[in-house]
T-cell receptor, first 117, second 113 residues
Framework: DAGITQSPRYKITETGRQVTLMCHQT?????MFWYRQDLGHGLRLIYY???????DKGEVPDGYVVSRSKTENFPLTLESATRSQTSVYFC????????????????FGDGTRLSIL | GENVEQHPSTLSVQEGDSAVIKCTYS??????FPWYKQELGKRPQLIID?????GEKKDQRIAVTLNKTAKHFSLHITETQPEDSAVYFC????????????FGRGTSLIVHP
């Protein structure tokens, strides 16, 4: 979906460096998510945000930092990259709706393939 | 919290056959069940979803069934084609609750021409 964009698409860096992955959505969805995808593990939730200035940990948050000062942006930072953080990272957004039975699907970005040497 | 089990992890079929992927969930409060398809090197994309007030939903060659009592839901693909080859993920979430979806680990579907 063109409404959610991730940058960069590919990144190679070295251990110990700080890396920031960007995510921008144009739908004004309240919820945004960061996942990492590794072979055999499916999609694992790193952090999510229910609204601007509200963030919470997911399944695998260690080594990652997020912020959400604006509804449309949700950057993910690896403060000191390690080889175990080599992965494909997906950002997603969704709108939970405002009534029962109104959950909406997630819309994913194209992903960032991150390699840490 | 919610736990979603997905089976099989790999499914190989001949073109024209049917394919069935099954997921079970643990939280009886879950009421929204989407299925995503992820082609190689691409993003996951929604292909069909079902809510707990419905037992079955169809969209052309794909269908999803939900059994709330047994807490399982399944994806059915009929007349499979090579372009159906992809990884399929199921998910479960609860509106009005934590909302955060829990994903299954994925099924790699291979359709042989």
């Amino acid at each position: 979906d063109a409404g959610i964009t991730q940058s960069p698409r590919y990144k190679i860096t070295e251990t110990g460096r700080q890396v920031t992955l960007m995510c921008h959505q144009t739908w004004s969805h309240s919820y945004m998510f960061w996942y990492r995808q590794d072979l055999g593990h499916g999609l694992r939730l790193i952090y999510y945000s229910a609204a601007a200035d509200i963030t919470d940990k997911g399944e695998v948050p260690d080594g990652y930092v997020v912020s959400r000062s604006k509804t449309e942006n949700f950057p993910l930072t690896l403060e000191s990259a390690t080889r175990s953080q080599t992965s494909v990272y997906f950002c997603a957004s969704s709108d939970p709706g405002d009534a029962d039975y109104s959950n909406q699907p997630q819309h994913f970005g194209d992903g960032t393939r991150l390699s840490i040497l | 919290g919610e736990n979603v089990e997905q089976h099989p992890s790999t499914l190989s079929v001949q073109e024209g056959d049917s394919a069935v992927i099954k997921c079970t969930y643990s939280d009886s409060a879950s009421n929204y069940f989407p299925w995503y398809k992820q082609e190689l090197g691409k993003r996951p994309q929604l292909i069909i979803d079902i809510r707990s007030n419905v037992g079955e939903k169809k969209d052309q060659r794909i269908a999803v069934t939900l059994n709330k009592t047994a807490k399982h839901f399944s994806l059915h693909i009929t007349e499979t084609q090579p372009e159906d080859s992809a990884v399929y993920f199921c998910a479960a979430s609860e509106s009005g609750g934590s909302y955060i979806p829990t994903f299954g680990r994925g099924t790699s579907l291979i359709v042989h021409p």
